[in-house]
């Protein structure tokens, strides 16, 4: 088995940073993409960003070009996602997800098989 444990979320203001972290442990030899997914209150789950093993290609969704930054460490068994430029729209909890294949185009939820428990991130006026 796998757990994504993340970490790093909390409150700050708007145009602020944050880095998010994701540790992995158990059977990581078996994890290939990994991506962070967010869910804002009342919304449905959403894609944010994801990184091959191999490679390390990024992906990200269009609302946070330029703003966020993924990146992992395969000897640590991380993943981290640097978030700057903050907004209010960014308030969300924060997922980190694991999966054993590598996708073409790794943004969807159903290909991803293993799941932190998500960290709270709140961007306040």
Not at 63 to 77: H, L, M, P
Not at 93 to 108: D, Q, T
Request: proline content about 2%; glycine content about 12%.
């Amino acid at each position: 088995q796998v757990q994504l444990v993340e970490s790093g979320g909390g409150l700050v203001q708007a145009g602020g940073s944050l880095r998010l972290s994701c540790a992995a442990s158990g059977r990581t030899f078996s994890i290939n993409d990994m991506g962070w997914f967010r869910q804002a209150p009342g919304k449905e789950r959403e894609f944010v960003g994801a990184i091959r093993k191999s490679g390390g290609r990024t992906y990200y969704a269009d609302f946070v070009k330029g703003r966020f930054t993924i990146s992992r460490d395969n000897a640590k068994n991380t993943v981290s996602l640097q978030m700057n430029s903050l907004k209010l729209e960014d308030t969300a909890v924060y997922y980190c997800a694991g999966s054993p294949r590598s996708f073409l185009n790794p943004i969807f939820e159903h290909q991803y098989e293993y799941w932190g428990q998500g960290t709270q991130v709140t961007v306040s006026s």
